[in-house]
């Protein structure tokens, strides 16, 4: 059975750099069709997507966090991950890695992983 | 980008009534349409994908109807565990985007 997991710190201060990553067990990250994604949700809202990577390297950004995202794969390792830079109070939220499947829809997700951003 | 328009915002409502939450995308999105459910403290999990594709696992009393810009999910029969939040989200193939969620309350 697919699980994912997010793994990083749980806080980070203004204007630093937030990387996290994503465990992928019981299956390949390797894998025709799917891709690998972030999603966030700040305290007591919605869900926002961040990006997807292909385990080629391959990737989208939301435009709107275009300037600060960069996200990366290592398949030797079946992780991928995720780096936000110059984080602001805006950034606390839950960050949730995904799989994204061939029909366009969020098929696994992590259980989600805390982030708060503060001094 | 597609913008999706998800109503109501909540809806109050009791064991076996039926519930029917509404989603429009700002463009056409083919069939492209899922739905998520999503309790408190907990990620969220898929209840319907491509429109009105039921994820396994999941109770047939939830349907997912529409096409182009109006999709609807609806639950017949609602029971204690359906009380949750519910997104959805439409993609422009890679480009997904999520509805502001509906709260299925009492």
């Known amino acids: 059975q697919l699980q994912l997991k997010e793994s990083g710190p749980g806080l980070a201060k203004p204007s630093e750099t937030l990387s996290l990553t994503c465990t992928v067990s019981?299956?390949?990250?390797?894998?025709?069709?799917?891709?690998w994604a972030w999603i966030r949700q700040p305290p007591g809202r919605g869900l926002e997507w961040i990006g997807s990577?292909?385990?080629?390297?391959?990737?989208y950004y939301n435009e709107s966090l275009r300037n600060q995202v960069t996200m990366s794969v290592d398949t030797s390792t079946n992780q991928f991950s995720l780096k936000l830079t110059d984080v602001t109070a805006a950034d606390t939220a839950v960050y949730y890695c995904?799989?994204?499947?061939?029909?366009?829809?969020?098929?696994?997700w992590g259980q989600g992983f805390r982030v708060t951003v503060s001094s | 980008d597609i913008q999706m328009t998800q109503s109501p915002s909540s809806v109050s409502a009791s064991v076996g009534d039926r519930v029917t939450i509404t989603c429009r995308a700002s463009?056409?999105?083919?069939?492209?349409l899922a739905w998520y459910q999503q309790k408190r403290g907990k990620a969220p999990k898929v209840v319907v994908y491509?429109?009105?594709s039921l994820e396994n696992g999941v109770p047939s009393r939830f349907s997912g109807s529409g096409s182009g810009t109006d999709f609807a999910l609806t639950i017949s029969s609602l029971q204690p565990e359906d009380f949750a939040t519910y997104y959805c989200?439409?993609?422009?193939?890679?480009?997904?985007?999520f509805g502001g969620g509906t709260k299925v309350e009492f």
């Open positions: 463009q056409g999105v083919s069939r492209w």
């Open positions: 491509a429109t009105s």
């Open positions: 990577i292909y385990y080629t390297g391959s990737t």
């Open positions: 019981g299956g390949s990250i390797i894998k025709s069709g799917y891709y």
């Open positions: 995904a799989r994204y499947a061939s029909a366009w829809y969020f098929d696994n």
């Open positions: 989200q439409a993609a422009n193939t890679f480009l997904p985007t």
